[in-house]
């Protein structure tokens, strides 16, 4: 929808701009008629050829994923002073799952159920009104005997003007003031019957329809307001046409005196022509009846020329928009020489996108999907299984060894398994199991849940365009994920560190992906104690928290956010997480030689400390220290023996200095981060 309303916003101003600049130098009916493209471009989901002077070639297909790195400690460079050289390690900060991938999805859904109750309400608007409208005309009409009129005619008191009303069965609607005078008759006749060759009650129903698709769009209804004024205009030009110039003085006189109620905006939503009409409409009209516009042969190719340009503009779509988008995927070793470009395989997506289906039991779809899809070396298709009894919607694609097939994980099946859940709308459990093993022992398993989860949205938002879908293949190849591991206690972080051991995350997160059974997960606040793994995608900007925890029962299982589902853990796996957590937080204090004996700072928030025996010093650094506690503990070191070299407050620019012995601490500021180097003097 989004193409039709970018083309259709510039084609209504286009024909508002012609409209402007071209009133009373071309008929009425020619005026109208280019409203004729406008309810065409509106009422067409999809664009009719590509062209290369289309406006969507100048519309990004996508907005460039923006990137977050993340930020470093302010302390990670070599501070100035007596230690030089020293190199800090870098300090991860975590990452708020705000990105675009992660909101994009929720926000569509929120919109499309926002538009459908708009639509609801004005086609419910509509249909009420023009109910009530054809219940009050057949219960108060009196049929009249019009000779030679090609529709009924009734007389209807309760009327306000005459009209022409009816879909299927039209017919002509008079007030008691257009039956006074038999010419005056004829006027307020020929001029509903004109509207009846024009077919303008057809394109009443038009116009509301547009109004109820685009309720929102200020433009279409600026487009169907002064569509309805040109409909009278163009009226007025047919009818004198038919009755002859002679009778403009006249008939311009029936239309005032007949247009004496004001028109009301609830008459856009009634499939009814009316006489009624506000000043400057009534001023316009009367203008045109005075003296008819002539269309001269330049300005009608002119007109030509321009509504030609406005569909090449605004009807057709951007020319080989697949193939650009394609190109732009590209990574060469040119443009990036430091970057590893994934090893990944790309399927066609134009071709993908032509086979989605919404329905998971529709053999051949699924079937040419699968046969479109890459598999991992040395594996070959065999067939598949649906699962479409009760309220299975699962497909488990059965694979077949070839020649140099060695292993594979679970996560090597994660494109096919985004694709499959964005191109099938009901699927659910998507399977991969080789010919050889027992049912019960797939390759991988993946639901939607968890896979939804994994890019923060419904997949199916990806399955709008072959473009789309590109989006999706990026997002599977483009970066391996980093991880950090924090212990928490009811609910409260203790402790945080950097996961370098991606592959325990990793045989983690894919353990759980492979068992089939879920159940819904607890409150993590409750919890005496748990690990959080995060799962980091730095240039999505997007963070995904799994907890591992014991169930009162003994067993371990991993759970996905604060409030999702968890599966089981293998026994293994937890018991690797919690020594790989035992290595992390061993004491490193007590155990180096260059902060043993001296004075611990009761200082929070410890981000990482260094033990460095080769260079001959360590280094701690901690968030957030306040004053007071810096100047308590430059007060304990005072009462253990050390004296000041230089002053912490006075000497803010290389930090304070302080030995002992052969021992010396500097501490310095780097941002909001406090550090404090230990070493030893050199002889």
């Not at 488990?396 to 994660?414: A, C, H, M, R």
């Amino acid at each position: 929808m989004t193409e039709t309303i970018i083309t259709s916003s510039l084609l209504i101003l286009i024909i508002l701009a012609l409209r402007y600049l071209l009133r009373g130098r071309i008929s009425s009916q020619l005026q109208y008629a280019l409203w004729l493209l406008v309810a065409i471009r509106l009422l067409l989901p999809f664009p009719l050829f590509e062209n290369p002077v289309s406006v969507m070639n100048v519309i990004p297909v996508t907005q460039m994923s923006e990137q977050a790195a993340i930020p470093q400690a302010a302390g990670s460079t070599p501070p100035e002073g007596d230690l030089t050289g020293i190199t800090l390690p870098t300090v991860h900060n975590s990452i708020a799952a705000s990105g675009p991938a992660a909101g994009a999805a929720p926000v569509a859904k929120i919109a499309r159920y926002i538009w459908l109750c708009g639509l609801f309400l004005t086609g419910s608007f509509f249909a009420i009104s023009n109910i009530r409208l054809n219940r009050n005309l057949k219960k108060n009409r009196k049929k009249l005997d019009i000779p030679g009129s090609p529709l009924p005619v009734y007389l209807a008191d309760h009327l306000s003007s005459p009209c022409l009303y009816g879909i299927i069965r039209p017919a002509v609607y008079l007030t008691p003031d257009s039956l006074t005078d038999q010419k005056r008759t004829s006027f307020v006749l020929a001029h509903e019957l004109t509207h009846y060759r024009h077919r303008d009650y057809l394109w009443a129903l038009i116009r509301i329809v547009c109004l109820s698709i685009y309720w929102f769009h200020p433009l279409v209804w600026a487009a169907a307001v002064l569509s309805r004024r040109d409909s009278e205009l163009a009226c007025d030009e047919g009818t004198l046409r038919k009755l002859g110039h002679e009778n403009r003085a006249e008939y311009g006189r029936m239309i005032i005196e007949m247009s004496t109620a004001p028109s009301k905006p609830s008459e856009l939503f009634c499939c009814a022509t009316t006489m009624t009409g506000g000043k400057k409409e009534m001023t316009e009209r009367i203008r045109r009846i005075a003296r008819q516009p002539k269309t001269l042969l330049i300005t009608l190719a002119a007109v030509v020329i321009a509504a030609a340009a406005a569909v090449a503009l605004t009807f057709g779509s951007a020319a080989n928009k697949s193939d650009s988008k394609q190109a732009d995927a590209q990574v060469s070793d040119e443009q990036a020489p430091d970057e590893q470009v994934p090893d990944v395989q790309v399927p066609d997506m134009q071709e993908l996108w032509d086979a989605r289906t919404p329905y998971v039991g529709d053999n051949a779809a699924v079937g040419k999907l699968l046969g479109l899809l890459p598999l991992p070396d040395g594996l070959q298709h065999d067939h598949f299984e649906l699962h479409t009894g009760g309220n299975e919607r699962g497909i488990t694609w059965i694979l077949k060894e070839v020649s140099d097939y060695t292993s594979v994980t679970p996560g090597q099946f994660q494109q096919d398994a985004l694709l499959l859940f964005a191109l099938v709308d009901n699927l659910e459990d998507f399977y991969a199991a080789l010919d050889t093993s027992p049912a019960d022992e797939p390759l991988c398993h993946y639901t939607r849940r968890q896979v939804e989860e994994l890019v923060g949205g419904d997949l199916r938002d990806y399955a709008k365009s072959p473009e789309t879908l590109q989006e999706l293949i990026l997002f599977s190849a483009e970066e391996t994920p980093k991880y950090r591991i924090a212990k928490l206690e009811n609910g409260k972080m203790t402790s945080e560190f950097p996961m370098e051991d991606n592959g325990l995350a990793d045989d983690i997160l894919m353990n759980v992906l492979v068992k089939s059974a879920a159940w819904e997960g607890i409150d993590i606040s409750t919890l005496d104690e748990c690990y959080q793994i995060s799962q980091i995608f730095p240039n999505a900007n997007e963070v995904h928290d799994y907890y591992a925890y014991l169930l009162e029962d003994g067993r371990a299982v991993l759970q996905s956010g604060t409030d999702g589902y968890y599966s089981i853990l293998s026994q293994e796996l937890y018991s690797e997480l919690l020594e790989f957590w035992r290595n992390l937080t061993a004491d490193p204090w007590l155990e180096n030689s260059y902060t043993e004996g001296i004075p611990r700072p009761d200082f929070d928030n410890l981000l990482w400390m260094t033990t460095d025996d080769e260079k001959g010093y360590c280094a701690v650094c901690y968030q957030d220290v306040s004053r007071e506690q810096t100047e308590a503990y430059l007060q304990v070191l005072a009462a253990d023996g050390w004296r000041t070299i230089r002053d912490f407050y006075e000497d803010t620019t290389v930090g304070g200095l302080y030995e002992k012995d052969d021992r010396s601490i500097s501490i310095q500021f780097a941002g909001r981060q406090t550090v404090l180097y230990f070493s030893l003097k050199q002889d």
